[in-house]
Structures are given as C-alpha cells and as structure tokens.
C-alpha cells in the first residue's frame, strides 16, 4: 500500500484527475471501476476539462455500486454522480460506459452481467473508492467477504443514515449492489481517495488495524499495487 498526502483536497483532487488520464493516454482501451459519493466529484470535473473526448472512445468504464431501489436518474445514485461530473460534459458515448440497474427486477443478473463484462475485458485496469465512515469500500459493509464479486449487500445502519446526506429528499436504502472486494483486489491497481478531518480516524484504522473483513477498508493492505491518496485533513494521523 502507497500513502500519498496532499496539502489540500483541491491538490488531491488534480492529482486524482491526472492520474487517471495519464492510464487513459498509456492504455486507450483501460477498463475503470469509477465510484460516486461527494469524495471524487472535484477530481472528475477535472479531469472532465482537462481530457478529450476521443481520449475515450475506447475507455470502458463501470460504476462502483448503487442503492437497490433507486433509479440511477436519481441524484443521489453513482451513475447520476459520474454522468453528471465527468461523463456528460465530456461527452462520452454511452456505449463505453455501464452502471448497475439498481431497479432491475433480477438482481443477481445484474451482478453477472458486470462480472461478465469484466471477464471479457481481461480484468479491472484501475478501481477509484471512497470509504465510508465504517470503512466501508463501495457498498460492501463490515463483515463482508474479500472472496466476493458483484453482489448484493445489506446496508449498515450508519451507511443509510450518512446516505441521506446525497438526497434531497428522505429516501428509502436498505440494500446495495455493488462491485466486491474479490474485483478490488484482482484489479492492476486501485486507489482509495479521502479528504476532510471526519476521514482522519478510518484512515488511521485503515493502516494500522489487521487485515479483517470487520473493516473491508483493510483489504487495501493485501493489494498489489494499493494506493492511498489523501489530503493533509485525513491522513492527519498517519
Ligand atoms: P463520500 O462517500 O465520498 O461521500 O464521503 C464515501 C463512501 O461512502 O464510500
């Protein structure tokens, strides 16, 4: 695992977004795992001005997780979080991007079909997480298996509370479908991205604590090629 700290979130955030191009300009057709929350959103717009849009004729990209149950028109959703930051103002053909159906009515289908896609790829070129405050890495929560793909997941309380926090309205989460530790960790890397002082202390667990499904966040210890890239705010005690 490689920390690196940034003085600032607006630092990560331009190293984040160069970071991904320059993958992007070394392999044309890479295949990403994007994630949503508030974290990545500066880092997107980014690298939304600063690629161009035939950067990624060949990208495939694919959202990290969803809320079952709410469409991915909703504003709160990953897909809605990456259309609107990096995907539509650049214009991205909709052919080269997939999210999962977080309404649709055969779940487990819908996790076969991104696990297939990435098969068919030959595998993550790079995955983006944020981590919740439970050190959870897309929606898989506390407890969770590092042997899983895509899958469904239960929420944790803290995770549907916190998860108001990206609608306008009060909104009904109790399960996720999400991209699985097993893919984080076959990926040729991934990065973890936090900021602000509330990431402080799962950072510092993040690091210290052993290697345990009880803080999915950990399994960043056991990968490969592993980043941690943080702002001076949440890496303040490591
Ligand atoms: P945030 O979400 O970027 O909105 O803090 C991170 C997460 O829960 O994975």
């Known amino acids: 695992m490689k920390i690196r700290k940034f003085e600032t979130d607006d630092d990560l955030a331009e190293a984040v977004s160069d970071y991904i191009l320059k ?7 890479a295949t990403l795992v994007l994630t949503s929350g508030d974290t990545p959103i500066k880092a997107y717009r980014l690298l939304a001005q600063k690629a161009k849009p ?4 060949k990208v495939c990209i694919i959202g990290l997780d969803e809320w079952v149950g709410v469409p991915g028109e909703s504003e709160g959703s990953c897909r809605y979080i990456v259309e609107q930051n990096l995907l539509f103002p650049l214009q991205v053909n909709s052919a080269n991007y997939t999210f999962f159906d977080s309404v649709a009515s055969d779940l487990e289908a819908e996790c076969m079909r991104i696990d ?3 098969l068919q790829r030959g595998g ?6 944020g981590i919740g405050l439970n050190g959870h890495i897309g929606l898989n929560e506390p407890g969770c298996s590092f042997d899983n793909y895509c899958h469904v997941s239960e929420l944790a309380e803290m995770t549907i509370t916190i998860g108001q926090k990206y609608f306008q309205s009060e909104t009904v989460l109790s399960k996720g479908i999400t991209v699985g530790l097993k893919h984080l960790l076959e990926a040729k890397t991934a990065m973890l991205m ?12 993040t690091v210290s604590e052993p290697v345990s499904t009880a803080l999915p966040s950990t399994v960043f210890q056991s990968h490969k090629n592993g980043l941690l890239w943080l702002d001076e705010a949440a890496g303040k005690n490591i």
């Open 54 to 57: 035939e950067e990624f004729e």
């Open 116 to 118: 297939q896609l990435i």
């Open 124 to 129: 993550l070129d790079f995955i983006i997480v």
């Open 23 to 29: 993958l992007i300009k070394k392999k044309p057709d």
């Open 194 to 205: 936090a900021a602000g002082t509330q990431k402080a202390e799962i950072i510092e667990k």
